[in-house]
């Protein structure tokens, strides 16, 4: 099995330019997230989606905008990169009711310059 | 969810067991503890949880006192490769979200 696979791993943009991260998982997870991590930070909580159809803001939503697209796919929208933005993304997945916790992806590196 | 706070570093000596130490003095009945790693650059990893009693899987021991309020991870025979950043968390049965703070770095010396 895959897990969680995140596209692509590296990435760098120009301040006002706009991407999307991708994110699937293949074990039939109800729940989604996107994490970034920035330089000897923990992990902060960007979006997340309970289950197909739902998404609701983490702690650091500014900037950013989701779609959890299906059960396996939940993407992340940077509309207009901003240098304060340049971290490691995170996806994870879950089930609502988890007894093994979260399996992530390998991440995301983005710098905007 | 209730807040944890772990030593910012260790170290230990390869072949020796790894304890790294959780106070949660303020954690609630149904919040269970829960452990990840990180290695560097790579995604966090699922390491064990439990909510009152010790556990153990091929990876490590989780020890929790009998008031809960604070608990032990233990690598019984740390590696090289067991040199990662440690995370407690804390969080409701319920809550599907978890809340990283900055975690333990164990360095495991040669």
């Known amino acids: 099995n895959a897990g969680v696979t995140q596209t692509p791993k590296f990435q760098v943009l120009k301040t006002g330019q706009s991407m999307t991260l991708q994110c699937a998982q293949d074990m039939n997870h109800n729940s989604m997230y996107w994490y970034r991590q920035d330089p000897g930070m923990g992990l902060r909580l960007i979006y997340y989606s309970a289950s197909e159809g739902t998404t609701d803001k983490g702690e650091v939503p500014n900037g950013y905008n989701v779609s959890r697209l299906n059960k396996r796919e939940f993407s992340l929208r940077l509309e207009s990169a901003a240098p304060s933005q340049t971290s490691v993304y995170f996806c994870a997945s879950s089930e609502i009711r988890d007894s093994y916790g979260y399996t992530f992806g390998s991440g995301t590196r983005l710098t905007v310059v | 969810d209730a807040k944890t706070t772990q030593p910012t570093s260790m170290d230990c000596a390869e072949g020796r067991a790894a304890n790294l130490p959780c106070n949660h003095s303020?954690?609630?009945?149904?919040?269970?503890v829960y452990w990840y790693r990180q290695i560097h650059s790579q995604g966090p990893q699922y390491i064990i949880h439990?909510?009152?009693n010790n556990e153990t899987n091929e990876m490590a021991s989780l020890i929790i006192t009998e008031d809960r309020k604070s608990s032990t991870l233990i690598l019984p025979h740390a590696t090289l490769r067991d040199t990662a950043v440690y995370y407690c968390i804390v969080r409701p049965g319920s809550n599907y979200k978890l809340t990283f703070g900055k975690g333990t770095l164990l360095t495991v010396n040669p």
């Open positions: 439990g909510l009152k």
């Open positions: 303020t954690i609630s009945g149904n919040e269970y």
